[in-house]
T-cell receptor, first 116, second 111 residues
């Protein structure tokens, strides 16, 4: 079956430091990977959509300078939260799809970031 | 860009009752519609998805209705039980774009 693994599952970082999180697709080729953030008591905000061999598209309020993403192949993506502050805390999810057609998105269990 | 509104934000029902959650979206090109469940401290569980050529889908006590004219998507939990207590999100997408989530509905089912 198709699975998405995210690690670490939980992490704590000091304010002003950076944190890298990873997303691994197993059992399928992840042509596109979307990264989301769920802040406490909020919905899932789309950070960016990364499609292999295309430019990464960031949503308003999120920038490459703050959330650089790497998507080097069809099974792996990573995102770093640079210079993390309190407002960056939350659950970061990656959702991967096989292709750009209307197919299911497979989500990992997320990386929960706490900033102290 | 796409805007997705979801209501109600909170819903309390008794065991055995029905619960209905509604999402409205703005972009008529939206073609993929889904509902997710998030239990406390957990990630997302896909409940059901439909494409734009489907008006109604029923599975395991859940009914999804899609009204493309009104750009409205609903989820009906029939005969709710305490295990259905969770936060529910609709999520929609156009073609090659990423899913856009609704604002979430916290459902509490009491015995």
């Amino acid at each position: 079956g198709a699975l998405v693994y995210q690690y670490p599952r939980r992490t704590i970082c000091k304010s002003g430091t950076s944190m890298r999180m990873e997303c691994q697709a197993v059992g399928f080729q992840a042509t596109s990977v979307a990264w989301y953030r769920q802040s406490p008591q909020k919905t899932f905000e789309l950070i960016a959509l990364s499609t292999v061999n295309s430019a990464i598209k960031y949503e308003q309020n999120f920038t490459q300078e703050k959330f650089p993403i790497s998507h080097p192949n069809l099974s792996f993506s990573s995102m770093t939260v640079l210079n993390a502050y309190l407002e960056d805390r939350g659950l970061y999810l990656c959702g991967a799809r096989r292709d750009i057609a209307n197919t299911e998105v497979f989500f990992g269990k997320g990386t929960r970031l706490t900033v102290v | 860009g796409e805007q997705v509104e979801q209501r109600p934000p909170h819903l309390s029902v008794r065991e055995g009752d029905s619960a209905i959650i509604i999402c409205t979206y703005t972009d008529s090109a939206t073609a993929y519609f889904s509902w997710y469940k998030q239990e406390a401290g957990a990630g997302l569980q896909l409940l059901m998805s439909v494409l734009s050529n489907v008006d109604r889908k029923e599975e395991q006590g859940l009914t999804v209705l899609l009204n493309k004219k009104d750009k409205r998507l609903s989820l009906n939990l029939t005969a709710a039980h305490p295990g259905d207590s969770a936060v529910y999100f609709c999520a929609v997408r156009q073609g090659g774009r990423a899913l856009i989530f609704g604002t979430g509905t916290t459902v509490s089912v009491s015995p």
